[in-house]
């Protein structure tokens, strides 16, 4: 009796041993897997280190993290519940209005107005909605890398580059080749070939690509725990509860990688090298590939005051953004005593976010999915 007793205890350890690297995570969002009813949409993104400047030595130390950086690397994650996963890879030097700030390479959106600021350039850029953010240190890459025990990779060309201010040391010989952690850091960040920053996506996405193929294995099963610490305490990210489940759900489907980036066209704006957007190829790559039918937020809706307080359409516009719509705007037509309504095929599903007003068969602004006429019955602020 007393052997199955040992052999039992013996097995719990083992299992205590190798779920305890991810208590921190497990207490913080601790949750069981659900089917969600459509795509959870992520903002996945690299900080850069920041140095202190000021500082007596040189290289200068890097200053404690505080993910307020601009963002080396950005991608906008979006899981379905069938385990599809889409990757979309937006250049850091992408030229884009962001909230705030103006006119920029998307990769200052963190650093003019945050995590929040980024999400919504994201979301103005792809006219998606995005859920929620995860903002990675330096650091998450190869402590990932190391935890996995290592990612195989095609290393493409000789790369040999020094920094010695910013303690990057590179030196890779080409072939196909398992990276421990530094090497594969110098393997994403390298940038000095023809191709810049698009080399370096093209990269990342392999490395996303080989790690998920690693993480499918049931023979690295054991190693998923290491992994998830790793990156959770090189992480800060809104992540509700009910979102890690949903990502959870996705994942026990068998998770399936598809990876894009965003158009375009290298360019310059003053001096300033910057990567033009083909919207137009963005637009129809968004419609063919990211699209949920069945979520109101990818739709566009246009706002019209006909009968309610003064600045309404404005905060109904402003309300919908919060809600994660991502192309609403003010149409003006003529006044006149009416009461709330809403037109378009999906008009119901909207009305449920306004709060309030009938569906009809009126006519929609031009370029519109849905139309929201707001009248007399529009609460005062």
Known sequence: MRTPVVVGLVVLAGVVAVVSPAAPFLARYGTLPRKADGPVNLVLAGVDVEYNESAPVWPYPAQPESYRGRTDTIMLAQAWPDGRVNLLSIPRDSWVNMPKSGWGKINGANRSGGPEGLMRAVQDLTGLPVDGYALLSLNAVPALTDAAGGVTVDVGQAMKYDDNAGNLHIDLKPGRQRLNGEQ??????????????????????????????????????????????????????????????????????????????????????????????????????????????????????????????????????????????????????????????????????????????????????????????????????
Not at 230 to 257: C, E, F, P, Y
Not at 277 to 286: E, I
Not at 360 to 367: K, V, Y
């Open 184 to 381: 594969m850091v110098g393997f994403l960040r390298f940038r000095h070939d023809n191709l810049g920053d698009i080399g370096r996506i093209g990269r990342q996405q392999q490395f996303v690509g080989a790690l998920g193929a690693q993480v499918r294995n049931p023979l690295n099963a054991w190693r998923l725990p290491l992994m998830v610490a790793a990156v959770d305490r090189n992480m800060k990210s809104n992540l509700t509860r009910a979102q890690v489940a949903a990502l959870m759900g996705a994942g026990l489907s068998g998770v399936k990688i598809e990876t894009h980036q965003v158009p375009g066209t290298f360019g310059y704006r003053g001096a300033a090298s910057v990567w033009e957007v083909d919207r137009a190829a963005l637009n129809a790559l968004v419609a063919r590939e990211f699209r949920d039918p069945n979520d109101p937020r990818s739709l566009g809706v246009a706002v019209v005051n006909t009968d309610a307080p003064d600045g309404s359409a404005r905060r109904l516009k402003e309300r919908l953004e919060g809600l994660g719509y991502a192309n609403v705007w003010i149409v003006n037509e003529t006044r006149g005593p009416a009461k709330t309504t809403a037109s378009g095929d999906a008009a119901a599903r909207v009305l449920r976010d306004v709060g309030f007003g009938t569906v009809t068969e009126q006519p929609l602004a031009s370029g519109a999915d849905v139309t929201v006429r707001l009248g007399s019955d529009t609460p005062a602020p």
